[in-house]
Nanobody, 123 residues
Framework: QVQLVESGGGLVQDGGSLRLSCAYSGRDFSSYGMGWFRQAPGKERVLVSCISPNSQLEWYIDSVKGRFTISRDNAKNTVDLQMNSLTPDDTAIYYC????????????????WGQGTQVTVSS
């Protein structure tokens, strides 16, 4: 049974930083691609960033490039999202997710989800 638990969300001012963390429980974490999604009020959930099992491949949506950094620690079964220079447009619920297999930028490939953590950026 796979369980994903996000932490690190909260309220931050425009220009601030937050670091989200996702703890993975289950088998073979190091075999799976991982991603961070977000869903803003009234909008669809979108993939923000993803990382390959061995951390060699990373991808970011254009709006967060240069501001967000994804990382993973296969020894600790965690995947983090460092978010800098936050703006109100980054306000959303952020979800950690595990891909069906390896690295994927295709949202339907993500099959296991955390409960989400709220990030609110005030202007």
């Amino acid at each position: 049974q796979v369980q994903l638990v996000e932490s690190g969300g909260g309220l931050v001012q425009d220009g601030g930083s937050l670091r989200l963390s996702c703890a993975y429980s289950g088998r073979d974490f190091s075999s799976y691609g991982m991603g961070w999604f977000r869903q803003a009020p009234g909008k669809e959930r979108v993939l923000v960033s993803c990382i390959s099992p061995n951390s060699q491949l990373e991808w970011y949506i254009d709006s967060v490039k240069g501001r967000f950094t994804i990382s993973r620690d296969n020894a600790k079964n965690t995947v983090d999202l460092q978010m800098n220079s936050l703006t109100p447009d980054d306000t959303a619920i952020y979800y950690c997710a595990r891909a069906r297999s390896g690295y994927s930028r295709y949202p339907p490939d993500y099959v296991s989800w955390g409960q989400g953590t709220q990030v609110t950026v005030s202007s």
